[in-house]
């Protein structure tokens, strides 16, 4: 672990005036105090400049942001000394309190928010608000934060050491000496949203396929994949192939019926599929198995390694490489945030230890040095609102204008009502039951699974209209979601000597846990559901018009037909 004092440049320390109001800290959403745990709340008061002042002298009080001016310091004279930790190392924490002890700070600043730092000091997390939740990609966004919060986690396991120890001794020895606390990390829920925002799809695909292989073994993650891609790919095949390929004619000789037929089909290609499946699933779990470390290796990782700086700049330049818009977000941008906090604090002179991850104490310590660097705080705060062009609204539109053209052009080219209605009921009534019955399968509650079904057509009309969001907000009405469930996750999935039924039922009974399933299973299976359709469902109705051929030939004419009717009206 490295730590490092910094003075302010020459001249600094004459321009104070408004400081902290400059840096954007009273306009910023993150702003707020937190009183610990059974101490009387600070005293505020407002200064010109509209920046919050508390009294940092008060035992156990925490300021997120700049604080004001203490008998202990004197405005333009502060300095910071940043001390780089491992966030699940108990060595880092100990030093964390020989520095303070030694540097004798009046405040302490620590690499958390406010919700962070309730977390850490036991106190109930609030209920994650429903809009929030499923609203968007915040779903996803919950998935990746989930990640890395696992990752974490199974590191303090793995030394045993309680995640986050280095900033709980920070917090504790400011405490115990009287000193003022600042959190001064930006809300890690803009954090996680502009992260999830500046990766690519690639990116996110990458990311979220890494997550099962935190929880299965390669080799079961392969074959349930496998099993999964034959049997989707064996009824497709099955569609575009024809229902009769595989089923001898004298297997259903004298039984004359279609349906048998469509039945007799079905299986053979599932049979095939599965098969196919398995063999591919193999081959995709022996690759995975290689490409993972082997854990003989993993055990020689020493967590102190994790303070060096050359280990930490090697490993953060590999994430770079991965993700540049990940790591803008994830790491440069806190390190601007978190800098514009301690600059602040430095110019109203303060004497500030700052414990902060070993990846950030680099780019903060550069941004102290050279102030006038610091990118304007309004870049790094608020929604990232991304690309505005999206590859997934264009999908959904072309989907959306797929469904309607269909039934329009079949229409205009004078197909009978009877068969566009027996059209619209098969897939309505297949959509409705496999989104019912999956969302049955993650948990929901009668009512929730009941609307995923009733809605699930919709899919086809607007993909960005998952059933799964419509059957999770209803489920939000029997559960209290809160971020303490990730934590209880992560308990779960550590004791690796639960069976994996009993691992199922303590994970559904998690809310967040529930509820991530019911709305992932309820998309999922209008998803089945569309594919089935397309593969089987409208092979057998097409029928009645001379089949799915004849269906295409249908729609080039209602397509003639309605330009047409269109150039008779022009002119």
């Known amino acids: 672990m490295t730590d490092r004092a910094t003075e302010p440049a020459d001249g600094e320390s004459d321009d104070t005036t408004g400081s902290a109001d400059a840096a954007g800290f009273a306009d910023t959403d993150e702003s707020a105090d937190v009183g610990s745990a059974g101490a009387a709340e600070s005293a505020e008061s407002t200064d010109a400049t509209g920046t919050v002042d508390a009294d940092v ?41 020989r520095v303070v002890e ?112 935190a929880f299965v073994p390669p080799v079961a993650l392969g074959l349930a994949l496998g099993l999964s891609t034959g049997l989707l790919g064996a009824l497709v095949a099955e569609g575009l192939a024809g229902p009769f390929l595989l089923s001898p004619e004298p297997l259903i000789s004298g039984l004359a019926l279609p349906l048998g037929g469509v039945l007799l089909g079905i299986a053979d290609w599932l049979l095939v599929g599965t098969l196919a499946g398995l063999a591919l699933g193999a081959v995709v779990g022996a690759l995975l198995s290689l490409s993972l470390e082997d854990p003989e290796e993993a055990e020689e990782f020493d967590v102190e390694d994790l303070t060096d700086t050359d280990l930490v700049t090697a490993m953060l330049e590999e994430f770079r490489q991965f993700s540049p818009g990940g790591a803008a977000a994830l790491i440069d941008e806190r390190d601007a945030f978190i800098a514009h906090r301690l600059v602040a604090l430095r110019e109203q002179g303060h004497r500030v230890v700052a414990v902060v991850g070993a990846g950030h104490q680099r780019g903060i310590e550069r941004y102290l040095d050279a102030p006038e660097t610091l990118p304007d705080v309004a870049s ?61 399968v993650g948990g929901a509650h009668w009512t929730s699974a009941g609307v995923g079904g009733a809605v699930a057509w919709l899919t086809s009309v607007n993909p960005l ?25 992560n308990e779960i999935l550590a004791d690796e000597e639960n069976p994996l039924g009993e691992l199922w039922d303590r994970l559904r009974a998690v809310p967040l846990f529930r509820l991530i399933t019911v709305v992932a299973l309820t998309n999922v299976g209008s998803i089945v559901a569309s594919v089935l359709f397309a593969a089987v469902v409208l092979p057998v109705l097409a029928a ?3 089949g799915v051929g004849e269906v295409a030939d249908l729609m080039v004419e209602g397509a003639r037909n309605s330009a047409d009717l269109l150039w008779g009206a022009l002119t």
Not at 61 to 67: E, I
Not at 75 to 89: C, E, F, I, K, N
Not at 149 to 168: H, I, N
Not at 417 to 427: K, P, S, T, V
């Open 544 to 546: 009645d018009v001379g």
């Open 57 to 97: 002298a008060d035992a156990g009080s925490v300021v997120d942001g700049p604080v004001s001016v203490s008998d202990s310091a004197s405005a333009g004279t502060g300095s910071v000394r940043v001390v780089g930790t491992a966030h699940v190392s108990a060595e880092s924490a100990a030093e964390v309190e």
């Open 380 to 440: 790094l705060t608020g929604r990232e609102t991304g690309r505005r062009f999206s590859v997934y609204r264009l999908v959904g539109y072309a989907f959306t204008l797929g469904f309607l053209a269909f039934f329009v052009l079949l229409a205009m080219a004078g197909v009978r009502n009877g068969f566009l209605l027996r059209l619209f009921g098969a897939w309505f009534l297949i959509n409705g039951v496999f989104a019912f019955v999956l969302a049955k």
């Open 465 to 489: 209209l998952a059933p799964g969001w419509f059957a999770g907000y209803v489920e939000l009405r029997y559960v209290d979601v809160n971020v303490a469930d990730i934590k209880t996750l």
């Open 102 to 213: 030694e540097y004798g700070p009046d405040t302490v600043a620590v690499e958390l928010d406010e919700g962070r730092y309730r977390q850490l000091k036991g106190e109930t997390p609030d209920d994650l608000e429903a809009s929030d939740l499923l609203r968007g990609n915040t779903v996803f966004q919950f998935l990746a934060y989930w990640l890395l919060s696992y990752v974490q986690a199974r590191l303090g396991d793995e030394f045993d050491v309680t995640p986050g120890a280095d900033m709980m001794a920070a917090v504790e020895s400011a405490e115990d000496r009287g000193l003022g606390v600042a959190l001064v990390d930006r809300d890690i829920q803009v954090t996680i949203q502009r992260f999830w925002a500046r990766m690519t799809g690639g990116e996110k695909l990458t990311m979220l396929a890494s997550l099962p292989l």
